[in-house]
């Protein structure tokens, strides 16, 4: 049973459309994490959020942390082909990350 | 700073075999650990170090060794390798605990 739900598994878009991911869970975590993995490469980090309620922007990315600090979402405004990858959020606790399951976004241009 | 280097980049190892994935690390890190990667499962910990000479047990640990001699090294043991070890390795290293974690390239593992 996976801590943390992602949805949708897989989003196919046009370029220039908006999307949106979610990443849910029943536990609370003390900082939640989203990822970026690229095929035949590690993930890399895209922004990590603390304090329940926090919204951060990184250029187009919008990263809410939900108020109870169990949830999370990851808004791509106007994608672009670039944006195209494996988007995975991550639950921390102690000294252990819990990751879900994933987000395959492909942008068609 | 090579960052997280991980050896070797692909193996194919026949049933009860045994092997060592090796990772590195120049970033001084105290924070290392194991993860497997398979299709629709996400990223699970296998086993993970705070420090030299400590090492824990993550989601996933049995069939997998590992030991922690110097702040550089993490290696994981495959004792006899199964089927159900076929999966994508990745190492990553951090300062602690909710802080961003660095993976190396990872190493694609194929037992028959």
């Known amino acids: 049973t996976q801590l943390l739900e992602q949805s949708p598994q897989f989003l196919s878009i046009q370029e220039g459309e908006n999307l949106t991911v979610y990443c849910n869970s029943s536990?609370?975590?003390?900082?939640l994490q989203w990822y970026r993995q690229e095929p035949g490469e590690g993930p890399v980090l895209l922004v990590t959020?603390?304090?329940?309620?926090e919204v951060k922007k990184l250029k187009r990315l919008t990263f809410q942390f939900g108020d109870a600090r169990k949830d999370s979402s990851l808004h791509i405004t106007a994608a672009q082909p670039g944006d195209t990858g494996l988007y995975l959020c991550?639950?921390?606790?102690?000294?252990?990350?819990?990751f879900g399951a994933g987000t395959t976004v492909t942008v068609r241009a | 700073n090579a960052g997280v280097t991980q050896t070797p980049k692909f193996q194919v190892l026949k049933t009860g075999q045994s092997m060592t994935l090796q990772c590195a690390q120049d970033?001084?890190?105290?924070?290392m650990s194991w993860y497997r990667q398979d299709p629709g499962m996400g990223l699970r910990l296998i086993h993970y170090?705070?420090?030299?000479?400590i090492t824990d047990q993550g989601e996933v640990p049995n069939g997998y060794n590992v030991s922690r001699s110097t702040t550089e090294d993490f290696p994981l043991r495959l004792l006899s390798a199964a089927p159900s070890q076929t999966s994508v390795y990745f190492c990553?290293?951090?300062w602690g605990q909710g802080i961003e974690q660095y993976f190396g390239p990872g190493t694609r593992l194929t037992v028959t």
């Open positions: 170090s705070v420090g030299a000479g």
């Open positions: 536990s609370v975590f003390s900082s």
């Open positions: 959020v603390v304090t329940g309620g």
């Open positions: 970033m001084n890190h105290e924070y």
């Open positions: 991550a639950g921390a606790n102690d000294y252990k990350l819990s």
């Open positions: 990553a290293s951090s």
